[in-house]
C-alpha cells in the first residue's frame, strides 16, 4: 500500500470512524474507468447497440458506464468521432447534479480539462451558452481542445481568476464550481497527488475555495442554482466552505439531491445534504458535492430560438446546425458566435465563438472543429467506412485514401458507422487527408 503521512490519516480516521479500516483496504482495490456517452451525438440507446466494450451503468448519472481497463476505449475510432468522454465515475456526478434547462448561461468556473462542461452541453441541447474557464491559460488550451473535439458550438472558453472577476452580477442561471483542492479522494488514483498535499495541505486550498465560491454566488441569478464540488475528503475544504457560504450570502439554501447506495451525508447538520463519495463505499473515487440554490425567482433568458445560415458557400447547405449566434470573420477566419448578454471585453478569452475554418487565397477551408459538429445528414458529401474497414485507421493515422468505391469528389465528411470523424478532399478517387495530426491515432 501508498506510505501515506502520518497527519493525513489522523484527519481521516477522524472523519471514516468505523471505515477507516475499510478506507486503507480500498488501496489494494483495483481502480475503476468511465466514460459518459456524448449525447449530443448519439442516444445511450443507440450507443449501446454498437458499443465494443464491456460496460456498467452507473448509478449515479445516466450517460455514464464502467468499463475494463483492457478495453483500452482511447484506442478505438469511435473516441476520435467524439461519441464518449473518458472520466472518472465520481466526477461525472457535479454537472449530474446542477439543474440545467434549455436556454441557460452557464458558468463553468474551474473547468479544465472540460469533462463537466461538455456535460453541460449535451443538457443545453445547443441552446443557452457556457463560459467555460480555468485559470491557467496551458489548462484552458486543454479545455478549448475538449469542448472541439465533443463537438461544443455555444461555449466561450476564458483563462481567467474566477475570485478577480467584478463584472458579472448576477448574469449566470447555473454555475458550477469544481474546486481546485488538496486531492485526497484522488491519492489511490494518482499517487504524486500526495507530495503535492504535503507543500499545500487543506488550510491553503481552503481559503482559495472561500474565495472563489463568494464570487461564484455574486455571479448567480436570484433563483439560480450552484454546485460545490471538490475531490478531497477534509472538512476544511467541503462543509467549512459552504457553511462560510452560508454566512455570507443568507439568501443561500443548501438543497437536497437524489443519493445512490453508497452516498454519505455531509458532516454538519446544515451540509447534511450534501454528498461524500468515499472509495470504500462505491466505485469511484472521493468526492464532495453540494447543490445550493439562491432565493428568488429565475428570469428565462429571452433570446430567440432561431437558425442562423452563413453567406459562405461553403456553409449554405449546412441546414439546421447553427442556432442563435452569428457569423463573424476576423482575418482569415472564419468563426460563428453564440448571442451572449455579457461583456467579455478585457478578459482573457482563447476562444470566442467557434472556429469554423479559415481562408487561403480567399478559398474558403473547412476546420476539423466543423466536422466535429456536424452529423452525417448535415454535410451534402460524405464517405462512410465500417468499422472494420482498414481504412479507418489509416484515415485516423492521416494517410491518403483510395476511395474510387466511394463516387465522391471534392470535400467529403468522413465517417466510421455513420458517425463523423473529419473532412477529405477527394479528386480522382483519391482522398486528401483533413485529419488533424495532433488528433492523429498514436
Not at 40 to 56: N, R
Not at 134 to 139: F, G, L, N, Q, V
Not at 143 to 164: C, F, H, P, W
Amino acid at each position: 500500500m501508498l506510505k501515506l503521512p502520518q497527519s493525513y490519516l489522523d484527519s481521516v480516521k477522524k472523519i471514516f470512524a468505523d471505515g477507516y479500516d475499510d478506507y486503507l483496504k480500498s488501496f489494494s482495490d483495483e481502480r475503476v474507468y468511465g466514460l459518459r456517452i456524448n449525447t449530443s451525438k448519439i442516444s445511450v440507446e443507440d450507443f449501446l447497440k454498437i458499443s465494443p466494450f464491456k460496460l456498467e451503468r452507473i448509478p449515479w448519472t445516466a450517460d455514464g458506464f464502467y468499463y475494463q481497463e483492457e478495453d483500452r476505449p482511447a484506442k478505438h475510432p469511435y473516441y476520435f468521432a467524439g461519441l464518449y468522454y473518458l472520466q472518472e465515475p465520481s466526477a461525472m456526478l457535479p454537472a449530474e447534479v446542477l439543474p440545467v434547462e434549455e436556454g441557460d448561461l452557464i458558468l463553468d468556473a474551474c473547468s479544465a480539462p472540460g469533462g463537466k462542461a461538455s456535460k453541460l452541453a449535451n443538457r443545453l441541447n445547443g441552446t443557452g451558452v457556457i463560459i467555460a474557464n480555468d485559470i491557467s491559460a496551458s489548462r484552458a488550451q486543454i479545455l478549448l481542445r475538449t469542448l472541439e473535439t465533443q463537438g461544443v458550438k455555444n461555449a466561450y472558453v476564458m483563462a481567467e481568476d474566477i475570485a478577480s472577476i467584478k463584472t458579472f452580477t448576477e448574469k449566470f442561471d447555473a454555475i458550477l464550481v469544481d474546486a481546485p483542492c488538496s486531492g485526497e479522494g484522488m491519492f489511490r488514483k494518482d499517487p504524486e497527488l500526495i507530495r503535492s498535499w504535503l507543500e499545500k495541505g487543506p488550510d491553503y486550498y481552503a481559503e482559495l475555495q472561500k474565495k472563489i465560491i463568494s464570487s461564484a454566488v455574486k455571479m448567480l441569478k436570484p433563483g439560480g442554482s450552484l454546485v460545490y464540488s471538490t475531490c478531497t475528503f477534509s472538512v476544511e475544504e467541503n462543509e467549512q466552505v459552504i457553511e462560510y457560504a452560508l454566512d455570507q450570502f443568507p439568501e443561500l439554501k443548501v438543497v437536497p439531491f437524489d443519493f445512490a447506495d453508497g452516498f454519505e451525508h455531509g458532516l454538519s447538520a446544515r451540509t447534511c445534504s450534501c454528498a461524500r463519495l468515499y472509495p470504500h463505499r462505491i466505485k469511484g473515487e472521493g468526492h464532495f458535492v453540494a447543490l445550493l440554490q439562491k432565493d428568488g425567482q429565475k428570469e428565462k433568458n429571452t433570446v430567440p430560438d432561431k437558425y442562423v445560415t452563413s453567406e459562405e458557400a461553403f456553409l449554405k447547405d449546412l441546414k439546421g446546425v447553427f442556432r442563435n449566434g452569428f457569423f463573424i470573420r476576423r482575418k482569415d477566419r472564419l468563426y460563428f458566435e453564440p448571442d451572449i448578454p455579457l461583456d467579455l471585453h478585457g478578459l482573457r478569452v482563447l476562444r470566442s465563438g467557434f472556429l469554423l475554418g479559415e481562408y487561403r487565397h480567399e478559398r474558403f477551408e473547412p476546420d476539423h472543429n466543423l466536422a466535429c459538429v456536424l452529423k452525417e445528414s448535415e454535410f451534402p458529401a460524405t464517405v462512410n467506412f465500417d468499422l472494420n474497414d482498414e481504412r479507418v485507421l489509416k484515415y485516423l493515422k492521416c494517410e491518403t485514401l483510395n476511395v474510387a468505391d466511394k463516387n465522391v469528389s471534392g470535400y467529403v465528411l468522413v465517417c466510421v458507422d455513420h458517425h463523423p470523424l473529419g473532412f477529405g478532399k477527394v479528386s480522382n478517387g483519391i482522398l486528401k487527408n483533413r485529419f488533424p495530426f495532433a488528433y492523429s491515432y498514436k
